[in-house]
């Protein structure tokens, strides 16, 4: 029973445009959501956050949204550059902290030059 | 600043080996965690340390497996006897308070 589904295995964006990658939960306790970006033969490295008392963060190219009615979460890059191909997990906590975070099984980024 | 290591990148073991695996935290860093990836699905939760204390261990999936963090420093995650479906990248990660985790590399474990 996955508490957080990233249903889309992989994506391929030109360079340049957007790239949205989405995540939903099932458990509505989750108040703190994080998105980790990993290149292969690395450990996951931190991106970017955001609680459930907001809608919207933002850093840089990167932006989160969340929906809490759909339970619904997005990573939006833009623009997308050749060193964002990478695989981006989406995790989700209840406490709003690092503890215990329940991981998608990740979506890898392919950005075309 | 060094990030977290572990140790080895790579082991492969026949089933029924025994096998540790080792991880350097971020110095003070006071959470230690590890995690588990088992090909190519979700990363899993497996135990939570702060400082030498398991703080929750309810990720590990049976008792063939042990962690230790003696001194609140660095950690071993042994496996014993270890299976096939113990095959996947372990990850550690360390982090200080609420900041975000900083993983290692991981040890991919392939059980043979």
């Known amino acids: 029973d996955q508490q957080v589904k990233q249903n889309s295995p992989s994506l391929s964006v030109q360079e340049g445009r957007i790239s949205i990658l989405n995540c939903d939960y099932t458990?509505?306790?989750?108040?703190?959501f994080l998105w980790y970006k990993k290149y292969p033969a690395e450990g996951p490295t931190f991106l970017i956050s955001?609680?459930?008392i907001k809608d919207k963060n933002e850093d840089g190219r990167f932006t989160v949204f969340l929906n809490k009615s759909a339970k619904h979460l997005s990573l939006h890059i833009v623009p997308s550059q050749p060193g964002d191909s990478a695989v981006y997990f989406c995790?989700?906590?209840?406490?709003?902290?690092?503890?215990?975070?329940?991981w998608g099984a990740g979506t890898k980024l392919i950005i075309k030059p | 600043e060094a990030g977290v290591t572990q140790f080895p990148s790579h082991s492969v073991i026949e089933k029924g080996q025994t096998v540790t695996l080792r991880c350097d935290p971020i110095?003070?860093?006071?959470?230690l965690y590890w995690y588990r990836r088992v090909m190519g699905k979700e990363i899993k939760f497996l135990l939570h340390?702060?400082?030498?204390?398991?703080?929750?261990e309810s990720g590990m999936p049976n008792n063939r497996f042990l962690a230790e963090r003696t001194g609140g420093t660095y950690s071993t995650l042994k496996v014993q006897p270890a299976e096939l479906e113990d095959s996947g990248v372990y990850f550690c990660?360390?982090?200080?308070?609420?900041?975000?985790?900083?993983f290692g590399n991981g040890t991919r474990l392939t059980v043979t």
């Open positions: 990660a360390s982090s200080q308070g609420d900041s975000p985790l900083h």
């Open positions: 110095s003070g860093h006071d959470n």
């Open positions: 340390f702060v400082k030498e204390s398991k703080q929750d």
């Open positions: 458990n509505s306790m989750f108040d703190y």
């Open positions: 955001i609680s459930s």
């Open positions: 995790a989700a906590s209840e406490r709003y902290s690092n503890y215990q975070l329940i």
